[in-house]
């Protein structure tokens, strides 16, 4: 089984609608992440999570949110959906135990918005 | 701020050849760290390899190895021996202290392999 899990994989939705990505991991780390991956562009980073109690913005979190409801569970919203928020979404974890705190991503999610 | 270039859009190699990537990095920190990942078209993220600003020794792992040179502020992935499975966008990264220990992506080459 995959260590970083994230529903759904694909989705399809229109403007002005709310959507959850949720983001599951069971390799035990403290440190989760959100991000967007542009063509072009690379990756950015949404919203970041250092513990369950720990919710920190990220250099695109306008028109996100987030929610960590356990150390292994995730969870970036979209409010109020627009087209510009048409991308490939990923979690990733890292471990709190020094370098190289390496990140380790989930298969994505690839978001649609008409 | 931290920023990472790679000027490279696309690169292109024949298969059982050797490929440099570049990646130059821009960071006020003295502590920070380089990461390289691999996307193939299935559109996973793959971590590579790492480079501690500190190691003293480049970084290696199996046909992948880093080519750091810390005065001029470059981590370049070095592939061995190239196989057809190495096409993929390769992402250069990194993370440093005045982050907060998250990840600076560069926009990533897009390698090539041929037969």
């Known amino acids: 089984d995959a260590d970083v899990t994230q529903t759904p994989r694909n989705r399809i939705t229109k403007t002005g609608k709310r959507i959850m990505l949720e983001c599951s991991q069971t390799?035990?780390?403290?440190?989760m992440y959100w991000y967007r991956q542009d063509p072009g562009l690379g990756l950015r980073l949404i919203y970041y999570?250092?513990?369950?109690?720990?919710?920190n913005k990220g250099e695109i979190s306008d028109g996100y949110s987030v929610s960590r409801q356990a150390q292994a569970k995730f969870s970036l919203s979209l409010e109020s959906a627009i087209p510009n928020q048409t991308a490939l979404y990923f979690c990733?974890?890292?471990?709190?135990?020094?370098?190289?705190?390496?990140?380790?991503f989930g298969p994505g999610t690839r978001l649609t918005v008409l | 701020a931290q920023k990472i270039t790679q000027t490279q859009p696309g690169m292109f190699v024949q298969e059982k050849e050797a490929v440099t990537l570049d990646c130059t990095y821009d960071?006020?920190?003295?502590?920070?760290?380089l990461f390289w990942y691999k996307q193939p078209s299935s559109g996973e993220m793959i971590f590579l390899i790492y480079?501690?600003?500190?190691?003293?020794q480049n970084a290696t792992e199996g046909r992948y190895s880093l080519n750091f040179q810390k005065a001029r502020k470059s981590a370049n992935l070095v592939i061995s021996a190239s196989q057809l499975g190495d096409s993929a966008m390769y992402f250069c990264?990194?993370?440093?202290?005045?982050?907060?220990?998250?990840?600076?992506f560069g926009k990533g080459t897009m390698l090539l392999v041929s037969p």
């Open positions: 990733a974890t890292s471990d709190l135990g020094g370098p190289p705190d390496t990140q380790y």
């Open positions: 390799k035990g780390h403290d440190r």
């Open positions: 999570s250092f513990d369950v109690k720990d919710i």
């Open positions: 960071t006020s920190d003295q502590s920070y760290g």
């Open positions: 480079q501690g600003s500190y190691d003293e």
């Open positions: 990264a990194m993370r440093g202290v005045s982050g907060y220990s998250t990840l600076t």
